[in-house]
C-alpha cells in the first residue's frame, strides 16, 4: 500500500467529484459541451494536467518503497521529471487527454488502496471504478484521438449529454451514500 487512506472519504470525495461534473453538465449544458469540443486540444490545460501527473509521478518515485530497486530511486526521480518537462514542452498532439489519462491511471491506484483491505461489500463498486480508469487511462494515452471521438464528440448531442450526465449523478450518488455509511 502507498497511500494509507480510508475507503470512506475516498469515496466520499470521487463520488462528489461525479456529482458535480453531472450537475454541471445537467445545469449549462452549452457551456459544458463548448468546454468538451476545446479539451482535447487545449494546451494551457493539457500542460496543466501533465504537470500534475509529471509532479504526482516524481513524488512516488522519491517516497515509495522501491524494494531492491531502492539503489535507482534517484534516477527514476529525475527520469520523470526530465520526461513529464519534455512532455509538457513538446507534447502538441492531444496534450490534455493524455494528461487526463494519466491522472486517471495515478488515481486509480488510490482507489485500489482504499479499497484493499476493507470488508465492507460495496467496496466492489470503487473496485470496478477504478478498473474502468485503468481501462480508459491505457487507452486514451495510447490513443488520445478516440476520446475525442467516442467521448467528446457525442456528448456534444444534447440528449446523450443529459443521460451521461444523470449517469454520473447516479454513480457519484451511489459513492457518496457507500462514503456516508449508508451503503
Not at 494509507?4 to 456529482?19: K, N, Q, T, Y
Not at 501527473?53 to 515509495?64: D, F, Q, V
Given at each position: 500500500m502507498i497511500?494509507?487512506?480510508?475507503?470512506?472519504?475516498?469515496?466520499?470525495?470521487?463520488?462528489?467529484?461525479?456529482?458535480l461534473g453531472g450537475g454541471l453538465a445537467l445545469f449549462f449544458p452549452v457551456g459544458t459541451q463548448g468546454f468538451l469540443q476545446r479539451f482535447p486540444r487545449n494546451r494551457t490545460l493539457g500542460r496543466i494536467l501533465l504537470g500534475a501527473?509529471?509532479?504526482?509521478?516524481?513524488?512516488?518515485?522519491?517516497?515509495?518503497d522501491l524494494?531492491?530497486?531502492?539503489?535507482?530511486?534517484?534516477?527514476?526521480?529525475?527520469?520523470?521529471?526530465?520526461?513529464?518537462?519534455?512532455?509538457?514542452?513538446?507534447?502538441?498532439?492531444?496534450?490534455?487527454?493524455?494528461?487526463?489519462?494519466?491522472?486517471?491511471?495515478?488515481?486509480?491506484?488510490?482507489?485500489?488502496?482504499?479499497?484493499?483491505?476493507?470488508?465492507?461489500?460495496?467496496?466492489i463498486a470503487v473496485v470496478l471504478l477504478a478498473y474502468l480508469w485503468v481501462i480508459a487511462g491505457i487507452l486514451f494515452v495510447c490513443l488520445p484521438h478516440l476520446f475525442r471521438d467516442r467521448v467528446c464528440e457525442p456528448l456534444l448531442h444534447s440528449t446523450l449529454l443529459r443521460i451521461?450526465?444523470?449517469g454520473a449523478l447516479a454513480i457519484g450518488a451511489g459513492l457518496v451514500a457507500f462514503g456516508l455509511g449508508l451503503g
Open positions: 497511500y494509507h487512506v480510508p475507503l470512506s472519504p475516498v469515496a466520499l470525495l470521487v463520488g462528489l467529484l461525479h456529482v501527473g509529471t509532479a504526482w509521478a516524481a513524488t512516488l518515485c522519491a517516497t515509495i524494494g531492491e530497486y531502492a539503489w535507482i530511486r534517484s534516477g527514476l526521480f529525475f527520469a520523470s521529471l526530465t520526461l513529464g518537462a519534455l512532455a509538457i514542452w513538446l507534447l502538441d498532439d492531444f496534450p490534455s487527454v493524455r494528461g487526463f489519462s494519466i491522472l486517471l491511471l495515478l488515481g486509480a491506484n488510490v482507489l485500489l488502496d482504499a479499497a484493499f483491505l476493507s470488508d465492507r461489500p460495496g467496496k451521461a450526465a444523470w
